[in-house]
Structures are given as C-alpha cells and as structure tokens.
C-alpha cells in the first residue's frame, strides 16, 4: 500500500501539468454546464436576488424569532408583531440604464450563479489535485479541515446575504429621502455577488490563522499580543471588501473580530495537538 502511494505521489513535471490541465477543464465544464441551467431557470435565481430588495430586516427577525422561540403568548411573539409590523419592503425601483444592460445583467446573474454552484465542485477539484502530495498525517486532517473551508465560506455567504445586504440597502435607501431610489441593476448585481463572495472569503480568517500557527509563522500568544493592529487590519480589510459605507464596514470589521478570537483559540488548539504528536 505505501509503495502504491509512493507511486502515486511521485509523478512527473508533465504528469502533474497534465493532471492540472484535466481538472482544470472538469472545472470549465462544470462551470459551464452549471451556467446554462440557471439561465434556463433565471426567474427563481431573479426572485433570490431581488429577496433582499423586496423583505425588510425586520420580518427576517421577526420570522426567525418565531420560527425558534414560538408566537403565542410569550414576549418574544409581541416583539416579533411588533418587528414586522414596522417592516417594510425597500422603497427602490431597479432599472436598466442602457439597451445591452438587460443581456449584461442576465448573462453576470447565469455565470454567477452557475460558479457559486459550481463552487463545491471547484474546491473539490483544487483539493483533490493537492491531496496526493500530503504526508500520512496531514491526510488525517484533509477532509475535517475541507469541509470546515467549506462550512465557515457558507456562513459569512449567508450572513451577507440575510444580514448585511438588507442592511446596507435599506441603509442606502434611507439617505437623502428627498431624491427617488432609482438604483442600475448591473451595479445592483455586483454590490450583491461583492458582499456574498467577500464574507465568504472573510470568514475563512480562523483557519487562515490556524495555518500560520501550524507553519510557526505566530503563535496564539502573539496574535493576542497584536490584537490592536489586527483590529486596524481588519477595519482595512472590511473597507477593500465591502462598497464604502459605514454600516457594510462595521457588519464585517465586528464579526470578522470575533473570528479573530476564535481564530486564536484554534491556533491555541493546533499548538497542543503538535505537542502531544509532536
């Protein structure tokens, strides 16, 4: 068995180039493939982009508050009538600003839905033509380590996309009342696929940090002693990743700090499990 992996692992230059060129393509066609049912099925992808538009923060609490906790008699069902009798829906009207947006916008919304499909295919692919080179220890954590990627990118995507787009749209909507909510639809599409993909990518930061302190580039003990410049970074980070309003800012800068502990704790934990296997 060891000398099969050992065959397995010692592959040629071109052999590897190969193996790249054939999982790249597998990813082509999945992409490809995954793009052309959701233009087939565009209007319940265009019913998911305009949910955010279209329901308050208020009823998503409110349904969420009944849906866990119960409506009947109790305090938590007064305060979700109450949430959902001060909601309502964004005050905003998309339009399309050009003859060819309408095409653009349909083809961006296909493409993007068919990669964000595609995506645990993709990662598959990545991880699969990585996996042959680990070592025997470092296979024990390759699948728990691949599906915690994959869990904490679901969740920031969620987030974004239940929490911090509502937000940030009613936010917008309410600024300068006086002007009407006239808002491209292109532009519209891209704030969306923007936030949804930079909170996934941000909430990768516990296993960015569990891997830094498994290489030895810092430790648990150091990165709580730089917690105010991690602070300032991830303020930074929050401002690169989100459109340039306070609200979109501070929804990724707080949970990205609470990350940022529980990052340090898995460091802390990837420090103990290298003392006991050495």
């Known amino acids: 068995m060891e000398a099969k992996e050992s065959n397995d692992v010692a592959m040629t230059f071109w052999e590897h180039l190969e193996e790249l060129r054939r999982r ?18 565009s209007k319940p992808i265009e019913k998911v982009i305009m949910f955010p538009l279209q329901t308050s923060m208020n009823t998503l609490i409110a349904n969420a508050i009944e849906t866990t906790l119960g409506s009947n008699g109790s305090i ?6 109450t949430l959902r009798a001060g909601s309502s829906s964004i005050d905003a009207v998309l ?40 070592n025997r220890e ?5 699948v728990p380590l691949f599906l915690i990627i994959v869990a904490f990118f679901t969740i920031g995507a969620v987030f974004a996309y239940f929490i911090v787009v509502p937000v940030v749209l009613q936010f917008s909507a309410q600024l300068y009342p006086e002007m009407p909510n006239m808002w491209d639809l292109e532009k519209y599409l891209s704030l969306i696929t923007k936030l949804i993909l930079g909170f996934g990518i941000a909430f990768e930061l516990p296993i960015v940090m569990a891997f830094l302190s498994r290489i030895g580039v810092i430790n648990a003990r150091g990165f709580r002693e730089k917690q105010n410049y991690a602070l300032l970074g991830i303020c930074v980070m ?4 989100t459109p340039a309003d306070p609200w979109s800012m501070l929804l990724m800068a707080i949970p990205l700090f609470i ?10 934990l990837v420090e103990k499990e290298q003392e006991v296997y050495g």
């Open 24 to 41: 790249i393509i597998i990813v082509a066609i999945t992409i490809g493939i995954f793009t052309v049912v959701c233009l087939s099925f």
């Open 76 to 81: 938590f069902g007064f305060l979700a009538v």
């Open 95 to 134: 339009m399309k600003v050009g003859p060819l947006e309408g095409i653009m916008a349909f083809l961006k919304l296909g493409v993007t839905a068919g990669i964000l499909l595609a995506l645990p295919i993709i990662i598959y692919q990545v991880w699969a033509f990585i996996f042959p080179a680990l």
């Open 138 to 142: 470092e296979k024990r954590f390759a």
């Open 238 to 241: 929050s401002a690169l990743l």
């Open 259 to 268: 990350l940022y502990q529980l990052g340090i704790f898995f460091a802390y």
